[in-house]
């Protein structure tokens, strides 16, 4: 069942109002008198019935604020790419503090080993009702040299696994950022669940490119 609209409010609440008066009307009641407890009536019951209708617009990415440290990395999350390599100069994992604290990524040009992601430690499981992942997410960028391959760049991915936690298909690039941006920049899609999925994992962060780059509120909701 989708999300619930105002539509859906309305909806509710044109018949809840109209059964009201009807049970009035055979009750013999009339008047203004009963124009307050009508409404508080309404309310209440258009809470109680929409609030199952919108209980999907819930992010099951808890830890995507990156507010959670555990070990120097994001709770939930492992940091992935060069960083241990010293034959080149190291990509740069941080969790950074401004007005809240997010996750800074810094792949230095030439190095031959720009590769560089913050990504989920589990995957998520997915239940078979849910048919899309709509994900979200602020980042922001500087000193940006695009990698040479047209796929390369800032991404966030999604990989879809069966139950034997094999992949179904390539990883599916969900967002995608090529050119600085001078501010925190928000980012949303919907991305569609292959049939025979039983679980996810995602990842965010550089490939094939360099720059530095911030990642902050990413998120995820279920489509059913």
Known sequence: MGPCRNGCSRLI??????GYRFALRAAGVKGSIVKIPLLLASLVLITTICTPLCAEDVNILEEGDFEMTKDGMPAG???GGFAGDSSVTPNRFALVTEDSQFVRISVPPDTGKELATVFLREGIPAPTDWVALKISVKLRLRDYVQGVEPWQGVKVFVQFLDAQQQPLGGEVSAISLKEDTADWSSFNTEVQIPPGTESFTLSAGIFGSSGE???DDLAIFPVK
């Open 77 to 79: 999350f492992n940091w």
């Open 213 to 215: 780059v911030d990642i």
């Open 13 to 18: 609440g044109f018949n809840l109002i109209s």
